[in-house]
């Protein structure tokens, strides 16, 4: 379920979270007994478990609470439940991007731009400082990179490297005609994209293969920049950058939106 939620990658792990509601509940009354379980669909327990007999809801999931009874009396044959819907607090201080309720939603909106843990000490050189940046499509990423070069960060676009390694004469362009035979190639001997595209999006497996190929060559040209740069921060500008493992090369990852990072470092200097 969690996919479908704003900005869902930034949600703790399942046990984290389950601990924190304990610890919260907990904290209200000491004199009740808690029973927190995991649910993998929006009803969990409540369709099912005939020893409940009220479930508290908030006002714009009320409908959700009548669903709940509907199947517990018309399928599951069992007690409805005394339904408590609770009002949510306004948000005070919204922004136009954000929701007028209280909500996690929000929160983690305004967790954009910040650290979530300690940056780790990695086995990497200290110098230069490597700021790898990725998110999906039109999620900010060309226009936070634009910005940290107008502060004097140095910019890898590892997409612009990758169109480099399928050139011919690159071990990677070998490798491909290898696998996936001459009949990608255009007539000038370059890698044809619009032929070899068409296979890999339809098979899994040979997408897989390509990008074995291809982003232990990306990674290569980028460690070799990497090695070269003289600059005191670097940015590694990648859609793939955790996919591929090369947040490893990298001293911290921002995935956030152009907004969020112009938000808290206005006037920074690199």
């Not at 910005?147 to 004469?169: F, M, P, T």
């Not at 490798?175 to 190639?185: A, M, P, T």
């Amino acid at each position: 379920m969690l996919p479908g939620k704003t900005l869902w990658e930034l949600i703790e792990n399942l046990d984290v979270r389950i601990e924190n509601v304990k610890h919260f509940l907990s904290d209200i009354c000491t004199e009740l007994v808690y029973h927190i379980v995991p649910i993998s669909d929006p009803f969990g327990p409540s369709i099912h478990d005939p020893t409940m007999e009220m479930i508290v809801v908030s006002e714009e999931t009320l409908r959700g609470g009548e669903k709940i009874n509907e199947i517990r009396e018309k399928e599951k044959k069992l007690n409805k439940l005394d339904i408590i819907p609770v009002k949510l607090i306004d948000e005070p201080y919204p922004h136009p991007h954000e929701e007028m309720k209280i909500s996690s939603s929000t929160a983690r909106i305004r967790m954009l731009g910040t650290l979530l843990k300690p940056v780790e000490e990695k086995a990497i050189p200290k110098k230069p400082y490597i700021i790898g940046l990725t998110g999906g499509v039109a999620s900010g990423k060309s226009g936070v990179a634009k910005w940290l070069s107008q502060l004097g960060a140095e910019i890898v676009n590892c997409d612009l490297i990758a169109h480099d390694v399928y050139k011919r004469g690159k071990p990677c362009h070998s490798q491909i005609v290898e696998h996936f035979g001459e009949s990608v190639l255009t007539a000038e001997g370059e890698i044809d994209r619009k032929v070899l595209g068409p296979i890999v999006f339809k098979n899994p497996e040979q997408m897989k293969k390509l990008n074995s190929l291809v982003w232990p060559a990306i990674a290569q040209e980028v460690v070799k920049i990497i090695g070269e740069s003289r600059n005191r921060v670097l940015v590694v500008e990648a859609a793939v950058l955790l996919t591929a493992g090369w947040e490893k090369n990298c001293h911290e990852v921002r995935t956030d939106s152009e907004t969020s990072w112009c938000h808290h470092y206005p006037s920074t200097s690199l």
